[in-house]
């Protein structure tokens, strides 16, 4: 079966502009989760989504906002860019919300790059 | 914190020798996984490790768990270049909302 998409994998934006990534989850998966990746910070949870709410959020501001629609694909924005907001942006889908056993299955990465 | 630590952070080996990478946490868990990343890519999970046991094997990957000593280590035998990547661990405690990864070790496989 297919595995975690997500769009676009690269882009470049300027500071100010705002940036949507998508993610869509594996078939049957319906719990999506969003990390942030960088040199400095490393991996850091952004927020996770199941049945189109969101269950969880960390600690970002409020620029960074995501959404899920009801076929459980995802997406997250991020408005008035920052030259630190250059990052991997990872999504990661698994058959349930919460940690617990689950085991996340993550797409490649969008490579956000802001000048 | 949910946090665990890997040690080393970096470890450069020849291949076809054993790299043994070490995770740290604080509390109690319900488990513990184990992802890989390749440059620049997602992660992949490789192992989870169940609370109650001590020992598991993937391959050519062992994953060991002390919880008395808050520990786990990843062995991987007879690397090759293409074990080239970070490691991460994940311990999961019970009631946990989202997984937490450390910076994770830098494994690279010398030809």
């Known amino acids: 079966k297919a595995g975690v998409t997500q769009t676009p994998r690269y882009l470049i934006k300027t500071r100010g502009q705002q940036v949507t990534l998508s993610c869509s989850p594996i078939s049957g998966h319906r719990s999506v989760s969003w990390y942030q990746q960088t040199p400095g910070q490393g991996l850091q949870f952004l927020f996770e989504?199941?049945?189109?709410?969101?269950?969880n959020k960390g600690n970002f501001p409020g620029r960074f906002s995501g959404r899920q629609f009801s076929n459980s694909r995802s997406e997250m924005n991020v408005s008035t860019l920052e030259l630190g907001d250059s990052a991997l942006y990872l999504c990661?889908?698994?058959?349930?919300?919460?940690?617990?056993?689950?085991?996340?299955?993550f797409g490649a990465g969008s490579r956000l790059t802001v000048l | 914190s949910q946090q665990g630590e890997e040690d080393p952070q970096a470890l450069s080996i020849q291949e076809g020798e054993n790299a043994t990478m070490n995770c740290s946490y604080k509390?109690?868990?319900?488990?513990l996984q184990w992802y890989r990343q390749n440059s620049g890519r997602g992660l992949v999970h490789l192992i989870l490790?169940?609370?109650?046991?001590r020992e598991k094997h993937s391959g050519r990957l062992r994953v060991t768990l002390d919880t008395s000593k808050k520990s786990s280590s990843l062995l991987i035998t007879a690397s090759r270049a293409a074990d080239t990547a970070s490691y991460f661990c994940a311990p999961i405690i019970q009631g946990a909302q989202k997984l937490v990864f450390g910076q994770g070790t830098r494994l690279t496989i010398n030809p």
């Open positions: 509390t109690s868990i319900n488990n």
């Open positions: 989504y199941f049945s189109e709410t969101q269950r």
């Open positions: 990661a889908s698994s058959l349930a919300p919460g940690a617990g056993a689950n085991v996340l299955t």
């Open positions: 490790i169940r609370s109650n046991e």
